[in-house]
């Protein structure tokens, strides 16, 4: 949880793990990892596209499918 002027960072990663020679002893694995930070030495905290990026290569992470 953020204090009144900081900011969090969260991240999370799903991954379906495919075995390469066979899955008859763990069966279908998912591997899940979650990490949360409080953000340091930052003023300002909008969301900006700082180097420029075009909108059509941006990474927006606003989609998730399995």
Known sequence: M???STAVNFAEVIYDYQPLVSDRFFG???IRYQSAFVVRERNDHALK???SIPSSELWKCNVYGR
Request: proline share 0%; no cysteine.
């Open 2 to 4: 953020a204090s009144g």
């Open 28 to 30: 279908d694995t998912v």
């Open 49 to 51: 596209n700082a180097s």
